[in-house]
């Protein structure tokens, strides 16, 4: 017959073996998370793309970057599923695209190779560049009704501070069009950024750059379902990525709380 003291004894010991028990980390919820989500990422995904490589990049993204995990699980989920979508992958050295986050959400945030692919695929571009300019290169152009533009980089000697930066496209049909922006022009493209101060911004500017003379070039371009998407999520919030699946429905199968956004234990 249990004693008083007995009952107290394994009390203890239990509180003891809780206390001690590792919990499951934030990274291991969100690894968890993707886990979970494959069959969802597999819908999002172009044929080619396996869902077992976004699962890893993933991974590695959170393991890389720690604070990807105290985020909600539904930003990461709707920030990886929108770059899965458009067939980028991101947190790779390609600098295609990037997982980044912002206060309590993940964020997607579209690297120039990551335009560059996407403008690509519409198949009536033949090429597509962003380029940065030094002080000493040979670099001239202008608007209007006879457009031109020339570079050409400094080789062999220091080629100075940055002068500016531009995209250029050349069409199938044999047309180009170009944007160039100097650093006033970057600066403010970039203030109006909501991860101005963190992320690619700070540590990756020169790419950062390049993809602002994208961006103000896309409109001149062959407008692709994906390039589209692209404008429109970049450097956005999004819980989940829409025409994927029903947000009710991938909350669902990925234990998500639609309510708060975290995984439900």
Same mark, same amino acid.
């Given at each position: 017959?249990?004693?008083?003291?007995?009952?107290?004894?394994?009390?203890?010991?239990?509180?003891?073996?809780?206390?001690?028990?590792?919990?499951a980390s934030n990274a291991d919820n969100v690894i968890g998370l993707i886990?979970?989500?494959?069959?969802?990422?597999?819908?999002?995904?172009?044929?080619?793309?396996?869902?077992?490589?976004?699962?890893?990049?993933?991974?590695?993204?959170?393991?890389?970057?720690?604070?990807?995990?105290?985020?909600?699980?539904?930003?990461?989920?709707?920030?990886?599923?929108?770059?899965?979508?458009?067939?980028?992958?991101?947190?790779?050295?390609?600098?295609?695209?990037?997982?980044?986050?912002?206060?309590?959400?993940?964020?997607?945030?579209?690297?120039?190779?990551?335009?560059?692919?996407?403008?690509?695929?519409?198949?009536?571009?033949?090429?597509?560049?962003?380029?940065?300019?030094?002080?000493?290169?040979?670099?001239?152009?202008?608007?209007?009704?006879?457009?031109?533009?020339?570079?050409?980089?400094?080789?062999g000697q220091d080629p100075g501070p940055v002068k500016c930066w531009y995209?250029?496209?050349?069409?199938?049909?044999?047309?180009?069009?170009?944007?160039?922006?100097?650093?006033?022009?970057?600066?403010?493209?970039?203030?109006?950024a909501r991860s101005k101060d963190d992320g690619p911004w700070v540590t990756?500017?020169?790419?950062?750059?390049?993809?602002?003379?994208?961006?103000?070039?896309?409109?001149?371009?062959?407008?692709?379902?994906?390039?589209?998407?692209?404008?429109?999520? *970049?450097? +956005? !919030?999004? =819980?989940?990525?829409? #025409? %994927?699946? *029903?947000? +009710? !429905?991938? =909350?669902?199968?990925? #234990? %998500?709380?639609?309510?708060?956004?975290?995984?439900?234990?």
């Amino acid at each position: 017959m249990a004693t008083a003291d007995s009952v107290r004894e394994e009390l203890a010991r239990s509180k003891e073996v809780e206390r001690t028990q590792p919990k499951a980390s934030n990274a291991d919820n969100v690894i968890g998370l993707i886990n979970r989500s494959l069959p969802e990422i597999a819908k999002a995904l172009p044929g080619h793309v396996k869902p077992e490589r976004i699962a890893r990049i993933a991974t590695t993204a959170v393991r890389v970057t720690p604070k990807l995990a105290d985020c909600t699980q539904a930003s990461f989920l709707g920030a990886l599923l929108t770059a899965a979508q458009l067939g980028l992958e991101p947190n790779t050295p390609t600098g295609e695209a990037y997982l980044l986050p912002f206060g309590r959400n993940v964020q997607l945030i579209i690297g120039y190779r990551g335009y560059i692919k996407l403008a690509n695929q519409s198949g009536q571009v033949r090429n597509i560049m962003a380029m940065t300019v030094y002080e000493n290169d040979h670099f001239d152009y202008k608007y209007g009704s006879n457009p031109f533009l020339e570079h050409t980089p400094t080789l062999g000697q220091d080629p100075g501070p940055v002068k500016c930066w531009y995209a250029c496209a050349t069409f199938t049909n044999g047309g180009t069009n170009f944007v160039v922006l100097d650093k006033f022009k970057v600066e403010g493209y970039r203030a109006r950024a909501r991860s101005k101060d963190d992320g690619p911004w700070v540590t990756d500017y020169d790419a950062m750059a390049r993809k602002t003379c994208i961006r103000r070039l896309a409109p001149y371009l062959p407008m692709s379902v994906e390039l589209a998407q692209a404008m429109q999520v *970049d450097e +956005e !919030v999004t =819980a989940f990525t829409p #025409g %994927v699946s *029903d947000p +009710e !429905v991938l =909350a669902t199968l990925a #234990g %998500v709380d639609t309510g708060t956004g975290e995984v439900q234990q």
